[in-house]
């Protein structure tokens, strides 16, 4: 199965910082790879597809790139709402299960 | 609007059953894939099973083989998961999520259902 390794596990920054997490893949997924937000108590909410599609109505603070097994999610300016947990998925359609990384917790300083 | 609905969560015993339901609505149904993702407490995300839009095709994760089941119907828009021999390890939150391929992101997530196995 493809593992996904997130880092940092948790990230304190400030409002308007520009932020950077990062999901390794143990072998190569293509692009097939998710990005999503998640708010204590709340359902997560889907960012990113294909490593850089943008999912309409996020704002385009939200950033993704890489292919094969380096993945970033990029915040540019940083807000006060996007306190919370960011998790990577991959979705090769050769890999027999979906997986998603440890996520990573975001705290507003 | 998109609507997905989760039911069935509860207390069970350990060696226990229990189905979980999901309710769609504001969309179609019967072209999208549908899922359960779970989530322990305080933990991350762990996909479970999926089903695809025809119901032809099931996928499991490996600890849900044999253990799980994924159903739909697609004229009463619903959806479920049946699950045996319970454990504390599958004491989590089960979200009913849609996708438009079996093996794809997942673009909208119900609000879950938590379930508790607990003597």
């Known amino acids: 199965d493809v593992q996904m390794t997130q880092s940092p596990s948790t990230l304190s920054a400030s409002v308007g910082d520009r932020v950077t997490i990062t999901c390794r893949a143990s072998?190569?997924?293509?692009?097939?790879v998710a990005w999503y937000h998640q708010k204590p108590g709340k359902a997560p909410k889907l960012l990113i597809f294909?490593?850089?599609s943008l999912e309409s109505g996020v704002p385009s603070r939200f950033s993704g790139s890489g292919s094969g097994t380096e993945f970033t999610l990029t915040i540019t300016g940083l807000q006060t709402e996007d306190f919370g947990f960011y998790y990577c998925q991959q979705y090769d359609p050769y890999s027999p299960e979906l997986t998603f990384g440890g996520g990573t917790r975001v705290e507003i300083k | 609007q998109v609507q997905l609905v989760e039911s069935g969560g509860g207390v069970v015993q350990p060696g226990g059953s229990l189905r979980l339901s999901c309710a769609a609505s504001?969309?179609?149904?019967?072209?999208?894939?549908v899922h359960w993702v779970r989530q322990a407490p305080g933990k991350g995300l762990e996909w479970v099973a999926v089903?695809?839009?025809?119901?032809?095709?099931?996928y499991y994760l490996d600890s849900g083989k044999g253990r799980f089941t994924i159903s739909r119907d697609n004229f009463k828009n619903t959806m479920s998961l049946h699950m045996e021999s319970l454990t504390a390890e599958d004491t989590a939150t089960y979200f009913c999520v849609r996708s438009h391929l079996p093996f794809d992101y997942f673009d909208f997530w119900g609000q879950g259902t938590l379930v508790t196995v607990s003597s």
């Open positions: 504001g969309f179609d149904f019967n072209t999208y894939s």
């Open positions: 089903i695809s839009s025809d119901g032809r095709n099931r």
């Open positions: 072998q190569s997924v293509g692009k097939w």
């Open positions: 294909k490593a850089s």
